[in-house]
């Protein structure tokens, strides 16, 4: 059974820094590629980073230059740094690992950047 768990969410202020961090169990990180995506109130859920098996990253211009995926292939864990939080990154974030067919999700933890 495959599970993706996120934790590292909350409240910060504008400005401020969280990391996320998603365990996965039931598939290997590794050879997966591995990404982040979030969901605003009202809004569709939308990509925020990528990381491929072999380790290359990318995001969309919104969170370029504060956010950064990373993973530890020996942990099983994905990461997802924030720096430069603003009001409009509020969302549930959510994991995600693509191979092939397989798509999995977790069940998203709760950003709020307010002040």
């Known amino acids: 059974q495959v599970q993706l768990v996120e934790s590292g969410g909350g409240l910060v202020r504008p400005g401020g820094s969280l990391k996320l961090s998603c365990a996965a169990s039931?598939?290997?990180?590794?050879?997966?590629?591995m990404g982040w995506y979030r969901q605003a109130p009202g809004k569709q859920r939308e990509w925020v980073a990528t990381i491929t098996s072999s380790g290359n990253t990318n995001y969309p211009e919104s969170v370029k230059g504060r956010f950064t995926i990373s993973k530890d292939n020996a942990e099983n864990t994905v990461y997802l740094q924030m720096n430069g939080l603003k009001p409009e990154d509020t969302a549930v974030y959510y994991c995600?690992?693509?191979?092939?067919?397989?798509?999995?999700w977790g069940q998203g933890t709760q950003v709020t950047v307010s002040s």
């Open positions: 039931g598939i290997r990180v590794s050879i997966y590629a």
């Open positions: 995600n690992a693509q191979k092939l067919t397989n798509n999995f």
